[in-house]
């Protein structure tokens, strides 16, 4: 799973340690025993260093292609924050980015997600 994280600062992304290399959302694998929002909230934890609330559901992205490393399904949520993220785990850095300013070099189909996202916060 992956969490668009938000406040009026803008997006939450990582720079990320490993391959595939580049910004992301903060997110991974849920463990056993884990539901999705928990497995959400402890990734966004240990990659930015914040603690997320007003969990809500995005979409889920089952294209096959969608990770280089193999075939992954996600849940995407949207989440706020306050603070500063700190890079944390598998994250090199955690940073803000205004909606308007994002980084060029997006991995996996997260750019999709933060669209979607966004697109639904026009709606409210």
Request: avoid cysteine.
């Given at each position: 799973?992956?969490a668009?994280?938000?406040?009026?600062?803008?997006?939450?992304?990582?720079?990320?340690?490993?391959?595939?290399?580049?910004?992301?959302?903060?997110?991974?694998?849920?463990?056993?025993?884990?539901?999705?929002e928990?497995?959400?909230?402890?990734?966004?934890?240990?990659?930015?260093?914040?603690?997320?609330?007003?969990?809500?559901l995005?979409?889920?992205?089952?294209?096959p292609?969608?990770?280089?490393?193999?075939?992954?399904v996600?849940?995407?949520?949207?989440?706020?924050a306050?603070g500063d993220?700190?890079?944390?785990?598998?994250?090199?850095?955690?940073?803000y980015f205004?909606?308007?300013?994002?980084?060029?070099?997006?991995?996996?189909d997260?750019?999709?997600i933060?669209?979607?996202?966004?697109?639904?916060m026009?709606?409210?």
């Open positions: 799973m992956d668009v994280i938000s406040n009026g600062r803008g997006i939450v992304l990582i720079r990320r340690k490993n391959e595939p290399h580049g910004w992301a959302l903060p997110g991974g694998f849920v463990d056993i025993g884990e539901t999705v928990e497995a959400v909230a402890r990734e966004a934890l240990e990659e930015t260093g914040l603690s997320i609330t007003d969990l809500r995005v979409g889920v992205y089952s294209n292609n969608r990770d280089p490393r193999f075939h992954t996600s849940i995407a949520f949207s989440a706020h306050e993220p700190i890079g944390g785990d598998d994250a090199a850095e955690a940073v205004s909606t308007s300013n994002l980084p060029k070099n997006i991995v996996f997260h750019e999709d933060i669209n979607d996202h966004l697109k639904s026009s709606f409210k």
